[in-house]
């Protein structure tokens, strides 16, 4: 089954009106592959997200970076994935690690997150990654397998969810996983999939990486069989995420070589 490549812009606790108007004018301005192609999902602040709903070009999607974990009602400064919906806000950014490590985020938690916004017709990018001490420790593949083990436990229907590997070590720092630890952890969470959910589901599910992508390294980390497209930060603010966007050719060019 042909994984369709997935590039999602997540724009972090950055922006202003003017700055994210011309963002959007750059994005909408630019040549790209075709829905066929690439799945292009934006990702503003809560705040600029019905700004960037009625600016943003038809091809590409949008997400929110979190929604709290059950329905709303009294959780001062939380956002229900009801209220996503209620807005039209297709995805939601799930477990990434900057929540886990800086606001606490467990791996049940992050799955209880996962299980309601799926259950409320939310399409979810999930995040699982390892930080640099459980890498040279030798328990990367620990790490990640039980942050998914905990998600994947919870998910009845797999179509609408994206796995990201982001290792904590790569993000806003300018260390990128190289294209082989990439396709490595990326080759072992599918085999994971495979082992532990199912054959179809491993075949079937995206798994994206996100660490310092940008326009220089997108070609080759796109050309790793397991790669399935990226989860960009730093550089989704800037004209190179159009170069990133187009990365997805490198799948198409493969496929028909």
């Known amino acids: 089954m042909a994984r369709k490549f997935f590039v999602g812009g997540n724009?972090?606790?950055?922006?202003?009106?003017?700055?994210?108007?011309?963002?959007?004018?750059?994005?909408?301005?630019a040549e790209v592959p075709s829905e066929d192609v690439v799945e292009v999902v934006?990702?503003?602040?809560f705040v600029f997200l019905p700004l960037v709903k009625t600016l943003l070009r038809r091809d590409f999607s949008i997400a929110a970076q979190n929604c709290w974990v059950r329905k709303g009602g009294a959780f001062t400064g939380e956002v229900s994935a009801e209220m996503l919906v209620n807005l039209g806000?297709?995805?939601?950014?799930?477990?990434?690690?900057?929540?886990?490590?800086?606001?606490?985020?467990?791996?049940?938690?992050?799955?209880?997150k996962v299980s309601y916004a799926l259950s409320q017709g939310l399409k979810v990018i999930a995040c699982v990654g390892e930080t640099l001490e459980q890498r040279e420790s030798g328990s990367a593949m620990a790490v990640v397998a039980a942050q998914t083990k905990a998600i994947a436990e919870q998910?009845?229907?797999?179509?609408?969810?994206?796995?990201?590997y982001?290792?904590?070590?790569?993000?806003?720092?300018?260390?990128?996983?190289?294209?082989?630890q990439a396709q490595e952890v990326h080759f072992e969470l599918r085999k994971w999939l495979h082992v532990n959910v199912g054959a179809e589901v491993a075949a079937s599910t995206r798994i994206i990486y996100g660490g310092s992508v940008n326009g220089a390294n997108c070609k080759e980390l796109a050309a790793q069989p397991d790669v399935d497209?990226?989860?960009?930060?730093?550089?989704?603010l800037k004209p190179e995420f159009i170069d990133i966007i187009k990365s997805a050719t490198v799948k198409t060019t493969a496929k028909s070589e």
Not at 11 to 16: F, L, V
Not at 100 to 109: A, G
């Open 155 to 164: 998910v009845m229907h797999w179509s609408n969810f994206v796995l990201a």
């Open 11 to 29: 724009w972090k606790c950055n922006g202003t009106v003017e700055e994210v108007k011309k963002i959007v004018t750059t994005l909408s301005e």
């Open 42 to 45: 934006i990702s503003p602040p």
């Open 89 to 112: 806000i297709p995805w939601v950014i799930l477990g990434h690690s900057e929540r886990r490590l800086l606001l606490n985020e467990s791996n049940d938690f992050v799955a209880d």
């Open 166 to 180: 982001e290792p904590v070590w790569a993000i806003g720092t300018g260390k990128v996983a190289t294209p082989a």
């Open 229 to 236: 497209g990226f989860l960009v930060g730093g550089a989704s």
